[in-house]
C-alpha cells in the first residue's frame, strides 16, 4: 500500500465556503462542530443541484421521479459502505436521528411485556434516552441504568453483565459522548447483551465525524446517525439488521412501501439532502486517496483524520494544563487519546459557561455551553443546575493554530 503523506487540513479547508467567515476581520474559528459540521462545496453543490435539475415524488413512471428514485438508491448505496451494512435496504433515512430513534422505540416497544426490562446509559444524548423512557413507561417495563465513571466520564463496562437477565431487551448505547467525547466499546457490549438475549442499538451521531464505523464488526442491531454531524446535510440516517427492519411492525401511512428500508420512511424525504448524503461520503472517501472500492478509500481516510485529530486533541490537552483555572471533563491521559473523540467540556474558575461561551464568541471563536442535551452526564456530573460546562471541539479541518487560539483566549480570561 502507498505511504500516504500527513494529513493536511489546509487544502481541505478552501472547499469549505463557510470556512472563509471573518469576524472584525480575523477567520471565524468553528469549535462548535459537535452541534453541527460545515460542508463543503461538493454538498452545496450536489443539493442544489438536485434542486435545479428538477425533482419529483418517488415511484412514478416519468423522468424526474426516476431521477429522484436515482438519488435515493445512491444515498443508499452510500451509506451502506459508510456503515459496512450489508445491502442498502438496510439503510432507512429519516428527518434526524431523534425522530428515527422514536420511531424505533415506538415498533420495539411493541413487542414488549410489562415486567420486561431495558438499559440506556447516563453517557448518553437525551435522544437515545427518553424515546427509551416514554416507551418503557407506556410498556410497564423497568428501565436500568449503565452508570460511567465521574473520573474520566468513561462507561463501567464491566457492571453491565450484573444489569443483563433474561428479562433484558434492550441496551441502548452511545458509541461516543457528545458532551466529553468519550468512546465507548460498543462491541463489547454488543457481545454480552447478545448473550442475554437482548437486542442493541447504538448512537454514533457524535462518533461518526470521527471514527470509523462497521456495524458488521460491531454486530448491533441498529445504528443512527446524523449526516449533518459529519460534513452534510439535515438528515438522520438509520441502519437496522434486515430481518428486524422487515420483521417489525412501522407506524405509517396506508398504502406506503413494504419493503424493509421504504417501510420505515414515512412522508416524502428530502430528496436534496439526499443527493448531499451521497456528495459527502464521497467527499470523505477523498481523504483516503484515490485506490480501490469506497470503503476501502474510507478506511483509510478515517485512519487519517483520526491520527490527524488526536494530534489536535494531544496539542489542547497539554496546553490546557498551563491554563490556570482550567478543568478539563472526561479522559485527559495523553496516553489515552485513541479512547476519547477530539471533543472537550471544560470549565474556568470564576466565569460561568455562559460568559467563557460568550466572550470566546466575541473573539470570532464559536463554543457551545450548557447541556448540549447530554442532560445524564450533567446530572451525573453535579452540573445540570450549575449552568453545564463549554464544549470546545475539534476536527479535521481545524487546525494546530486554531487550537493555540482557544487556549490563548481562554488564558487571556484570567
Known amino acids: 500500500m502507498t505511504q500516504q503523506a500527513p494529513f493536511d487540513p489546509m487544502p481541505l479547508r478552501a472547499q469549505f465556503p463557510a470556512l472563509q467567515l471573518e469576524v472584525d476581520g480575523k477567520t471565524a474559528v468553528y469549535l462548535d462542530g459537535?452541534?453541527?459540521?460545515?460542508?463543503?462545496?461538493?454538498?452545496?453543490?450536489?443539493?442544489?443541484?438536485?434542486?435545479?435539475?428538477?425533482?419529483?415524488?418517488?415511484?412514478?413512471?416519468?423522468?424526474?421521479?426516476?431521477y429522484t428514485d436515482e438519488i435515493t438508491d445512491a444515498a443508499r448505496l452510500a451509506m451502506m459502505d459508510l456503515y459496512n451494512a450489508r445491502r442498502p435496504?438496510?439503510?432507512?433515512?429519516?428527518?434526524?436521528?431523534?425522530?428515527?430513534?422514536?420511531s424505533i422505540s415506538r415498533a420495539l416497544a411493541r413487542t414488549w411485556q410489562p415486567g420486561d426490562e431495558i438499559i440506556v446509559t447516563r453517557l448518553d444524548h437525551d435522544a437515545n434516552i427518553s424515546p427509551w423512557l416514554l416507551a418503557a413507561e407506556?410498556?410497564?417495563?423497568?428501565?436500568r441504568w449503565l452508570d460511567f465513571d465521574p473520573a474520566d466520564c468513561t462507561l463501567r463496562l464491566e457492571t453491565l453483565p450484573e444489569l443483563l437477565n433474561e428479562k433484558t431487551r434492550l441496551l441502548a448505547i452511545t458509541y461516543a459522548s457528545n458532551a466529553v467525547g468519550s468512546i465507548s466499546d460498543v462491541r463489547r457490549a454488543a457481545e454480552l447483551a447478545h448473550k442475554a438475549g437482548a437486542l442493541v442499538l447504538v448512537d454514533s451521531v457524535h462518533f461518526a465525524p470521527h471514527g470509523l464505523i462497521d456495524v458488521q464488526a460491531i454486530d448491533c442491531d441498529f445504528l443512527i446517525s446524523s449526516a449533518y454531524k459529519y460534513f452534510g446535510p439535515h438528515t438522520g440516517i438509520l441502519y437496522g439488521k434486515y430481518e428486524l427492519l422487515d420483521g417489525l411492525m412501522a407506524y405509517k401511512v396506508r398504502p406506503a412501501p413494504s419493503k424493509p428500508?421504504?417501510?420505515?420512511?414515512?412522508?416524502?424525504?428530502?430528496?436534496?439532502?439526499?443527493a448531499g448524503v451521497t456528495a459527502v461520503v464521497n467527499y470523505l472517501?477523498?481523504?483516503?486517496?484515490?485506490?480501490?472500492s469506497r470503503r476501502e478509500r474510507l478506511v483509510q481516510a478515517m485512519?487519517?483524520?483520526?491520527?490527524?485529530?488526536?494530534?489536535?486533541?494531544?496539542?489542547?490537552?497539554?496546553?490546557?494544563?498551563?491554563?490556570?483555572?482550567?478543568?478539563?471533563?472526561?479522559?485527559?491521559?495523553?496516553e489515552r487519546l485513541d479512547e476519547r473523540t477530539p471533543t472537550f467540556a471544560v470549565s474556568l474558575d470564576g466565569f460561568s459557561p455562559?460568559?467563557?461561551?460568550?466572550?470566546?464568541?466575541?473573539?470570532?471563536?464559536?463554543?457551545?455551553?450548557?447541556?448540549?442535551?447530554?442532560?445524564?452526564?450533567?446530572?451525573?456530573?453535579?452540573?445540570?443546575?450549575?449552568?453545564?460546562?463549554?464544549?470546545?471541539?475539534?476536527?479535521?479541518?481545524?487546525?494546530?493554530?486554531?487550537?493555540?487560539?482557544?487556549?490563548?483566549?481562554?488564558?487571556?480570561?484570567?
Do not use: C
Not at 443541484?49 to 416519468?62: I, V
Not at 442535551?373 to 453545564?388: E, N, P, T
Open 261 to 274: 428500508a421504504g417501510k420505515w420512511e414515512t412522508g416524502t424525504q428530502s430528496f436534496e439532502s439526499l
Open 354 to 414: 455562559e460568559a467563557v461561551a460568550e466572550r470566546l464568541g466575541e473573539l470570532g471563536i464559536f463554543v457551545w455551553h450548557g447541556h448540549y442535551y447530554a442532560v445524564a452526564v450533567m446530572d451525573r456530573l453535579g452540573l445540570l443546575d450549575k449552568g453545564g460546562l463549554v464544549r470546545i471541539g475539534f476536527n479535521h479541518y481545524n487546525t494546530a493554530d486554531e487550537v493555540d487560539q482557544v487556549l490563548a483566549a481562554l488564558a487571556s480570561l484570567r
Open 303 to 334: 485512519a487519517r483524520t483520526k491520527t490527524y485529530e488526536m494530534s489536535l486533541s494531544l496539542r489542547f490537552l497539554r496546553g490546557a494544563a498551563q491554563v490556570p483555572g482550567l478543568h478539563v471533563y472526561g479522559i485527559t491521559d495523553v
Open 285 to 292: 472517501a477523498t481523504l483516503g486517496g484515490e485506490a480501490g
Open 89 to 102: 435496504d438496510e439503510i432507512v433515512f429519516g428527518q434526524n436521528m431523534t425522530s428515527l430513534n422514536f
Open 34 to 66: 459537535p452541534g453541527g459540521t460545515q460542508v463543503p462545496q461538493s454538498v452545496i453543490d450536489a443539493m442544489s443541484g438536485y434542486l435545479h435539475h428538477g425533482g419529483s415524488n418517488s415511484g412514478g413512471p416519468f423522468f424526474t421521479s426516476r
Open 138 to 143: 407506556d410498556r410497564g417495563v423497568t428501565v
